[in-house]
């Protein structure tokens, strides 16, 4: 199987930006769609972006369009999520997930990383 490490997060003014990472290792992600949900304090974990494995079709939750951006480095197996304008309603743990090809669901997640959006 593949492990998931995300990294990057931390603490940023409103308007700023930031990059994380997921690192897998375990097993190439070529295969693999990639994606990042996130959760904050008491909320459900929702969606923010996907890539795919195949042609590198990109999906993006609607509250993130236009600010945040996730590429794959296939060769470095590894996994983008570059956040810009960030707002306070960011705030959250961000986790990077992956779905085998064939998969219906992601079986994989890192740990998480903490993404503060200060006021």
């Known amino acids: 199987q593949v492990q998931l490490v995300e990294s990057g997060g931390g603490l940023v003014q409103a308007g700023g930006s930031l990059r994380l990472s997921c690192a897998a290792s375990g097993r190439t992600i070529s295969t693999y769609t990639m994606a990042w949900f996130r959760q904050a304090p008491g909320k459900e974990r929702e969606f923010v972006a996907r890539?795919?494995?195949?042609?590198?079709?990109?999906e993006y939750a609607d509250s993130v369009k236009g600010r945040f951006t996730i590429s794959r480095d296939n060769a470095k197996n590894t996994v983008f999520l570059q956040m810009n304008g960030l707002k306070p309603e960011d705030t959250a743990v961000y986790y990077c997930?992956?779905?085998?090809?064939?998969?219906?669901?992601?079986?994989?997640w890192g740990q998480g990383t903490q993404v503060t959006v200060s006021s």
């Open positions: 997930a992956a779905r085998f090809f064939g998969g219906t669901s992601y079986g994989y």
């Open positions: 890539i795919s494995s195949s042609d590198g079709y990109t």
